[in-house]
């Protein structure tokens, strides 16, 4: 079992940045991959990035490349997603999840077993 909760979240200016954090308790979280995912009003959930459990492979949504940053530091059972060069269309409420143990980096909502409760992020154009 794995507890993930987000912090980090807020109000930013566009061209702003954020560093939103998901600390996990639970054993074992260096095991697992972990993604970002993200939902505006009105829209479905929509993947923005993820990591493995070694750290050795991230994937990236396109609306993402270039500008949020993914990392993960085992020691302290934390994942990371540095968002750079905010939009005001990054608007949403960024949720983490991680998936299933020993598993691999997945960009889809069924491929995460366990998700935290998210954090509003609104960005003011």
């Known amino acids: 079992q794995v507890q993930l909760v987000e912090s980090g979240g807020g109000l930013v200016q566009a061209g702003g940045s954020l560093r939103l954090s998901c600390a996990a308790s639970?054993?074992?979280?260096?095991?697992?991959?972990v993604g970002w995912f993200r939902r505006a009003p009105g829209k479905g959930r929509e993947f923005v990035a993820a990591?493995?459990?070694?750290?050795?492979?991230?994937l990236y949504a396109d609306s993402a490349k270039g500008r949020f940053t993914i990392s993960r530091d085992n020691a302290k059972n934390t994942v990371y997603l540095q968002m750079n060069s905010l939009k005001p269309e990054d608007t949403a409420v960024y949720y983490c999840?991680?998936?299933?143990?020993?598993?691999?980096?997945?960009?889809?909502?069924?491929?995460?077993?366990?998700w935290g409760q998210g954090t509003q992020v609104t960005v003011s154009s």
């Open positions: 999840a991680a998936g299933r143990l020993g598993g691999v980096v997945l960009t889809t909502t069924s491929g995460y077993a366990y």
């Open positions: 639970g054993r074992a979280f260096s095991s697992y991959p």
């Open positions: 990591i493995g459990y070694s750290s050795g492979s991230t």
